[in-house]
């Protein structure tokens, strides 16, 4: 292998090097380090997230999930073979009163879905909650 082209480049280098004028950083060079550093910190700060829902409007919508749920459990006739006619909702429910009917029925279906929902979405909320907390 020949070393000849290596020693030309190698020493092409070092003159190329010797003729770049030496650089001295300014007076305030640490300042504007430190400038720097303090803009990316603010900019961070501008970028913290926050919730999408608040808090009051998590709670609104909780409150109608629940308010639906006793209403539905209150007002419709449970037939005898289902679920839930095993249990007594109005140990649950003779606190509260609803002397008013929409005029409407529904189904054993349709609250076992409120059920479900309610169970579901704070579940869903509570796991939420934690993963974006951790990351």
């Given at each position: 292998m020949?070393?000849?082209?290596?020693?030309?480049?190698?020493?092409?280098?070092?003159?190329?090097?010797?003729?770049?004028?030496?650089?001295?950083p300014s007076l305030d060079f640490s300042?504007?380090?430190?400038?720097?550093?303090?803009?990316?910190e603010q900019a961070k700060e501008l970028?913290?997230?926050?919730?999408?829902?608040?808090?009051?409007?998590?709670?609104?919508?909780?409150?109608?999930?629940?308010?639906?749920?006793?209403?539905?459990l209150k007002n419709t006739t449970i037939a005898e073979n289902s679920l839930l006619s095993k249990i007594d909702f109005g140990t649950y429910t003779n606190g509260l009163s609803f002397e008013?009917?929409?005029g409407f029925t529904t189904s054993n279906v349709t609250i076992y879905a409120f059920v479900f929902l309610a169970i579901m979405i704070s579940v869903q909320i509570g796991y939420i909650k934690n993963y974006y907390s951790k990351g």
């Open positions: 020949n070393k000849e082209p290596k020693d030309n480049l190698d020493l092409f280098t070092k003159k190329m090097v010797n003729d770049l004028p030496e650089e001295k300042k504007n380090v430190m400038d720097a550093i303090y803009a990316v970028k913290r997230s926050q919730p999408l829902i608040s808090k009051r409007t998590w709670l609104l919508f909780v409150g109608v999930i629940i308010a639906a749920t006793v209403y539905l008013y009917s929409l």
